[in-house]
């Protein structure tokens, strides 16, 4: 098993890193006509939305906890270190 | 603990205490007394950019004097003392000993603190916090530089006396029944930053003797005309102040960890966890202070190794998150003002977090650079991180401190206020940056987006500035007349907590 998930990450590694290094390397092709303040802002605008969403799902879990966990929501219990006193 | 309006002594017997809850308790009062000093010339900052053309500064040299004064104050004088005000009142009871291991030595490194204040603000320096070559050792007016870099001399030594002191409490004098996995998570965030202190300080302590050496025309480390390389000092620098950035939030997030379990009424989701993040943040942190950088001509090498460095810290900060968030799961949550001011202070510290992802995306970082994206960056982490984590947790502190109740009300106006105040200024700011407006600048051409969005940040400043008077009054108000706190429970949470409150080291 460990030979297969360590054969899974060397062909992974192979596969990831070069597509990275095409990735960084693509302002260097020859003759390729880049224009990079377009690929610049592509890349700000996709970081934003992946940013936007982990953000909504973490301030969502926030408030959703703050309202459901809050002592005076009508299910809030004891919690069970309540009852020996140390927490 | 000390009640000090239970039982009051007159003040110099505090003053020339050496115990360290005394210590703390003038750390304390020094610290918050240069917050509200910083945050008044915040204020004029603000009003002069209000719009555009000279409102009430002068000149841009009085501006300068200003702006760097505000950042030196904060950072210097109120951030780090006002960590090792908690550290002196909790470190001793958090690992069961008298008191410091050198309460002389940590009685001498309070004291330096308002001797270096005097210098800076005497000195009113004009060459921002960070003073770089070649205008600070070229053109910055004397006596102010001279002062500034005297003061923080100064500071620095008081940071790696006091860092010493934590570190050996810590290592040397824990109760031997207490193992370091059993240590509490705050007693960590001091160990950690301390560490960090330690390592780090020296490096600007060095570049700040060079600083001044090559002022006085005796070297020209960092002098062109001299064959020096102004960059040399931005290395220096950042090797100090990108761990510095560790060094303020490690305490503030030791103070979260205080304030969730106890409010959740349930303990820490996770100790161990704690623990990684915070080694995991202090070696980090010395893998990514060239991403300040990146703009300075470095390799394409160079920005890749600092941009893996910086992203490598989030994973830990990450690791803080889901630990806050999972010991509130479950909990039955007293929403007091100690925890509303840390669920604050973990919502911008996500907000902060992901703008420094994009910063630190090398691309990305030549667009915000030197622009009010970066301001609204590290604004948001240093006031909606570690401020609110240091201001709750004052709250939290207060009974312990001074016997008495601070008004739960004006507490929560405080918050509400604050929070609209930080959100309103610094992601407005973020915006402002990609709408192209540089920072540190005493005046801006009448671009309609610029004016709108510097009035947003403006009245969000205001409402800030308001805040902090309700606090200011709450504070001595409170401390004076407030109701008396029950000790044993101030917060009518039940329980004991795990470890004593009441333990009062005798006084010497």
Redesign the interface.
Known sequence: MKAIIGLGMVLGLLMILPAIQYA?AAGDEPGEYLD?RV???G??YR??IV?FT??TV??G??VW??LR???SNPK???????E???? | MVLELHKPRPIWQIMFSTHHTDVGLLYLITSLAFMFMGGALALILRLELFAPGTQVIADSMTYNRIFTVHGTTLIFLFILPSASAFGNYLVPIMVRYKDMAYPKLNAIAFWMIPPAGALIWLGFADFTWYAYPTYSVISAPGPAADMWIFGLKILGVSSILGSINFIVTIMKCKHPDLPLSKMPLLAWAYLTSSLITVVAVPTFAAALLMLLTDRLGASGFFNPLMGGDPIAYQHLFWFTFHPEVYILVIPAIGFMYEIFPRFSRKPIFSHGSGVTAFVLLALVGFASWAHHMYATGMSFTEKTVFMVGTLAAVPASAMHTFNFLATMWGGRIKFATPIMWAVGGIALFFSAGAGGVVNSAMPLDFITHDSYWVVGHFHLFVMGTILFGTVGFVYYMFPYITGRMYNEMWGKVHFILSFVGTVMVFFTQHILGLFGMPRRIYDYPPIPEWVQMNIIISIGAFIIGISMAIFLANLIYSSAKGKPADMDDPFGLGGKYYYPYQAKNPHH
């Open positions: 960084l990079r690929e610049i802002w890349l700000f970081l934003m940013a982990v953000g973490v301030s879990m926030i906890l703050v966990f809050r002592e809030a219990n004891p919690t069970s270190y309540e020996s006193g140390t927490w």
